[in-house]
């Protein structure tokens, strides 16, 4: 008689989606660094550094569905699933020394783009041709107030005006086309 062998069951792997746990998500080429909030029986909250909160499956998956009041997915709409609800694209991953270290030089070296784009414009401002540009198309703005007029500066221009007349009456634009022409000449 053959007995049977006993199949040994491998161990379940552990989850490492753990509350605390730090964590990388986003898109390939917006990662960022969070952590774990929330761990419900279906979705993990995840809240990253900027302060925002975003949902994932319990295995990591992107969830772009509802949330019931117990935290829980809402994956059945009328006894059907819902499809789209998981997200196999946008996951998550446990956050490593070399991810992290990646991703923060990536965040020190857009604020430094950020610190010297502001330092750029504070040099601009601080032209005074750009402060005389700035008044005049204050006064012009309050100029042209009454006529329903938004007045911008040239799109890269820095010699003219953009204006946009709004609510002009067909009666009205002739005269208005004669004095532009009038002021051009």
């Known amino acids: 008689m053959m007995t049977a062998k006993k199949i040994e069951k491998k161990p379940k792997q552990e989850n490492p989606f753990v509350l605390g746990a730090q964590v990388i ?24 550094a900027s302060g925002t909160k975003t949902f994932y499956g319990r ?3 992107g969830f772009h569905g509802r949330v019931d009041e117990h935290g829980e997915a809402i994956t059945t709409r009328h006894g059907q699933p819902i499809e789209d609800v998981w997200d196999n694209e ?4 446990i956050a490593t ?18 610190q010297e784009q502001a330092a750029q414009q504070a040099a601009v401002e601080a032209d005074p041709a750009y402060q005389k540009r700035q008044a005049d198309l204050k006064r012009y703005s309050e100029m042209l107030s009454g006529l329903g007029a938004n007045i911008e500066n040239g799109w890269n221009d820095q010699k003219e005006f953009r204006i946009e007349l709004d609510g ?15 002021a051009l000449k």
């Open 59 to 61: 295995r990591g998956q």
């Open 97 to 114: 020394e070399s991810a992290k270290a990646r991703i923060n030089e990536e965040i020190a070296k857009k604020e430094k783009q950020r």
């Open 90 to 93: 946008d996951t998550l991953d």
């Open 25 to 48: 998500g986003g898109s390939i080429l917006h990662r960022r660094l969070g952590r774990i909030v929330k761990v419900s029986k279906s979705l993990l909250t995840v809240e990253w």
């Open 168 to 182: 002009i009456k067909p009666d009205k634009m002739e005269k208005l086309v004669t004095a532009i022409q009038e």
